[in-house]
């Protein structure tokens, strides 16, 4: 699935600039993300900021602030279209051009293309095994670029009370 790809990207193509990496502290440490249901499962929400990006189910993945804000904002789609989950749509990859889009699964119409040096770091796992040719560079894991939370935890914290629930006693 695409969430393993997502551990190989992101790192060094992308940097804004030399010197160490910022993120928005507030969404670091203790914070709780909001997560929903899906036809999926549970699935975090990222927190309404260009520089946090939900990056699968259970993961958000930290932009570097050193971006500016639309180039934050652009970073974000990329990651979460290649990461967050449609029912009706699936990635389609050219190995041979080394270019990915998102496909309707009903339709065929594609609904969304990936800029190409994305995709070659989204996806570079996959192209090079179907085409050992293009050797792209596939990249270490994130690290603390990439959270990964407890959606089971998150859950029981949240419900403290029947009152939590929606239930009410009179």
Same mark, same amino acid.
């Given at each position: 699935?695409?969430?393993?790809?997502?551990?190989?990207?992101?790192?060094n193509?992308?940097?804004?600039?030399?010197?160490?990496?910022?993120?928005q502290?507030?969404?670091?440490? =203790?914070?709780?993300?909001?997560?929903?249901?899906?036809?999926? &499962?549970?699935?975090?929400?990222?927190? !309404?900021? #260009? $520089?946090?990006?939900?990056a699968?189910?259970?993961?958000?993945?930290?932009?570097?602030?050193?971006?500016?804000?639309?180039?934050?904002?652009?970073?974000?789609?990329?990651?979460?279209?290649?990461?967050?989950?449609?029912?009706?749509?699936?990635?389609?990859?050219?190995?041979? =051009?080394?270019?990915?889009?998102?496909?309707?699964?009903?339709? &065929?119409?594609?609904?969304?293309?990936? !800029?190409? #040096? $994305?995709?070659?770091?989204?996806?570079?796992?996959?192209?090079?095994?179907?085409?050992?040719?293009?050797?792209?560079?596939?990249?270490?894991?994130?690290?603390d670029?990439?959270?990964?939370?407890?959606?089971?935890?998150?859950?029981?914290?949240?419900?403290?009370?029947c009152?939590?629930?929606?239930?009410?006693?009179?």
């Open positions: 699935m695409l969430f393993p790809l997502l551990i190989t990207m992101l790192l193509p992308f940097r804004p600039c030399e010197g160490s990496p910022t993120f502290e507030e969404y670091r440490g =203790s914070y709780v993300p909001k997560a929903i249901e899906t036809g999926y &499962g549970l699935q975090v929400v990222a927190p !309404d900021t #260009p $520089y946090v990006a939900a699968g189910p259970n993961k958000l993945y930290f932009i570097d602030t050193r971006f500016d804000t639309e180039t934050a904002k652009h970073v974000k789609q990329q990651i979460e279209k290649a990461t967050v989950p449609n029912p009706e749509e699936y990635v389609a990859i050219d190995e041979v =051009s080394a270019t990915a889009e998102l496909k309707n699964s009903v339709t &065929g119409e594609t609904t969304f293309v990936f !800029d190409p #040096p $994305y995709a070659r770091v989204l996806f570079a796992k996959g192209m090079n095994r179907h085409n050992p040719e293009l050797k792209l560079p596939e990249h270490e894991p994130a690290g670029w990439l959270v990964t939370y407890d959606l089971d935890n998150i859950l029981t914290k949240r419900i403290d009370t009152q939590d629930l929606g239930c009410y006693t009179n």
